[in-house]
């Protein structure tokens, strides 16, 4: 079992900036990457960014040179800086990760960008 704890949802002004963090517990050992999903109202959820244990990144196309990922080892978290946000932005941002194959999700942080 693994537990994932997000926070740094916020309401922010277009062109803003907001800093997510995810610290993950449990059977950390086992983790097979990290990354953030978002989801806005009506639409599907999708990936902003994920990092593989060996340390390579992806990034959707919309948010590439905007937010960037990153992770503390120490601290088992793994953060996005969110830069230039712009209001198609807003969505809950999940937390996600994959062990023994199986998916576990955070509990959903909100982002809103105001234009």
């Known amino acids: 079992q693994v537990q994932l704890v997000e926070s740094g949802g916020d309401l922010v002004q277009a062109g803003g900036s907001l800093r997510l963090s995810c610290a993950a517990t449990g059977n950390i050992f086992s983790i097979n990457g990290m990354g953030w999903y978002r989801q806005a109202p009506g639409k599907q959820r999708e990936l902003v960014a994920a990092?593989?244990?060996?340390?390579?990144?992806d990034y959707a196309d919309s948010v590439k040179g905007r937010f960037t990922l990153s992770g503390d080892n120490a601290k088992n978290t793994v953060y996005v800086q969110m830069n230039s946000l712009k209001p198609e932005d807003t969505a809950v941002y999940y937390c996600h990760t994959t062990v023994l194959g199986f998916d576990y999700w955070g509990q959903g942080t909100q982002v809103t960008v105001s234009s």
């Open positions: 990092i593989t244990n060996s340390g390579n990144i």
